[in-house]
Every structure is written in structure tokens, then in C-alpha cells.
């Protein structure tokens, strides 16, 4: 298995606000099945016209996010 930690947000207490998200996300993969995925994620990476290294989730639309959440799963992909 393979085991990628994430975190987003500042992780503060909010100043002037009622709320402020932070949080740490794993994805955890098959070994065997991590060239196939990565490949796949590339390929539709560059269906959606984005040539960036780090795909922001924040950047992401519904559709988009719908598309990666069905590769993980077929690759059988835990978040």
C-alpha cells in the first residue's frame, strides 16, 4: 500500500469569522495498482487543459472532482 498525507488550510483559530476549515486527508492506494493510476490521472490532467504539476482541489469543478473520485475507486483508492 501506498500512503499520500495532505493537508490544506492554516490550521488557526478564525479572527473575525464564525468558522475557517483546515484538514488532513491520506489517500491510500494499492502498490501494485500506483504507476497505472498516476497514468491515468496524467491523462485526465491533460483532458482538462492543466499542465500544472500540483492539481490544487480547490481549482477543481464538481464534474472534474466526480472524474477523480471514479479513478481512485476503480483503482480501488481509499480517501
Not at 9 to 30: C, E, M, N, R
Not at 61 to 72: F, K, S
Given at each position: 500500500?501506498?500512503?499520500?498525507i495532505?493537508e490544506?488550510g492554516?490550521?488557526?483559530v478564525?479572527?473575525g469569522k464564525?468558522?475557517l ?5 491520506a ?11 498516476f497514468?491515468?490521472?496524467l491523462?485526465l490532467r491533460d ?5 500544472a504539476i ?11 472532482i466526480a472524474?477523480?473520485i471514479?479513478?481512485l475507486?476503480s483503482f480501488?483508492?481509499?480517501?
Amino acid at each position: 500500500m501506498r500512503i499520500y498525507i495532505d493537508e490544506g488550510g492554516t490550521f488557526q483559530v478564525p479572527i473575525g469569522k464564525d468558522h475557517l476549515f483546515s484538514i488532513v486527508a491520506a489517500l491510500i492506494i494499492p502498490a501494485c495498482k500506483e504507476t497505472d493510476l498516476f497514468y491515468q490521472f496524467l491523462r485526465l490532467r491533460d483532458a482538462w487543459g492543466n499542465q500544472a504539476i500540483e492539481i490544487k482541489g480547490r481549482e477543481l469543478g464538481e464534474t472534474q472532482i466526480a472524474h477523480v473520485i471514479d479513478l481512485l475507486i476503480s483503482f480501488d483508492g481509499l480517501f
